[in-house]
């Protein structure tokens, strides 16, 4: 599939994503999680096609969710066989993220590495290294449209070696619609750093940069990202750029049980 990336079940996802994009962008309670359907409001969307979306899909991705909800959500999946993982928010406004992320690009790379151009080609070579990098890393990529912007406002920072090789990159994006409190507010993610570059701040660095462009370049008044709370080094990191825990809401995805977690 031209701009899918990952195990079959990984790009036929994206497609189905990708296929509803413009629904999406019309539903209330409905939002763009990348990687599969997503919902950001379960009552407004309505469980009626929440289940249809388990039953075509096996998983479906929710946003933003209240934790009481999130709770009264679990159980309810849990009585059709399915489960619901989730991730703590960590969150910042424009004014707070902006210096802190300024300071730390400011800083630079280590000597060798350097800045490299947003993808733009969805099924280019260039957009599939990032997404390989990303896969190695443990994290489930985007596709190519939604890496290059082709489904909206976004982007991809990247970081090469010398050779030109692709050894760190970041993602964020727009996924609510305007029928959501959280319209202007943007994901980041999907930070990845090689192994052998790891343990340099790379990828501070690089979610830093992800953080001063949606915020510049997409006009952003907000930014949030998902964290396991047992992934230490990743909550330093989000620390590190200025976003607190919002302990208010969660980051989930619903999977058929005894599947493996949908990423890390």
Not at 188 to 197: H, K, S, Y
Request: proline content about 4%.
């Amino acid at each position: 599939m031209s701009g899918f990336f990952g195990s079959d079940m990984q790009q036929r996802l994206q497609a189905e994503a990708e296929a509803r994009a413009d629904y999406i962008k019309a539903t209330p309670g409905a939002c763009q999680t990348g990687r599969t359907f997503g919902c950001d409001d379960v009552d407004r969307l309505g469980w009626e096609l929440i289940e249809a979306v388990l039953d075509r899909d096996g998983c479906c991705g929710f946003r933003m969710l209240p934790v009481g909800a999130a709770h009264e959500l679990a159980s309810r999946l849990g009585e059709r066989g399915f489960r619901l993982d989730l991730w703590s928010v960590f969150t910042t406004d424009r004014q707070r993220a902006l210096s802190i992320s300024e300071e730390i690009v400011r800083r630079g790379l280590p000597e060798g590495l350097l800045d490299m151009e947003m993808p733009t080609e969805p099924e280019g070579d260039y957009t599939a290294c990032i997404q390989s990098l990303m896969a190695n890393g443990g994290v489930v990529p985007f596709s190519g449209s939604m890496l290059t912007g082709r489904l909206g406002p976004a982007t991809t920072v990247v970081v090469g070696d010398g050779t030109g090789t692709v050894v760190a990159a970041a993602h964020g994006y727009l996924p609510h619609n305007s029928y959501s409190p959280y319209h202007r507010y943007a994901w980041g993610g999907l930070v990845t750093v090689a192994e052998a570059q790891r343990g340099q701040g790379i990828g501070t660095y690089v979610n830093a940069r992800t953080i001063l462009s949606v915020f510049r370049d997409l006009d952003a008044d907000h930014i949030y990202e998902g964290v396991t709370e047992t992934n230490k080094a990743s909550i330093r990191m989000l620390e590190s750029c200025g976003l607190k825990l919002d302990p208010t809401v969660v980051i989930g995805t619903a999977s058929r049980r005894g599947a493996a977690r949908f990423t890390r």
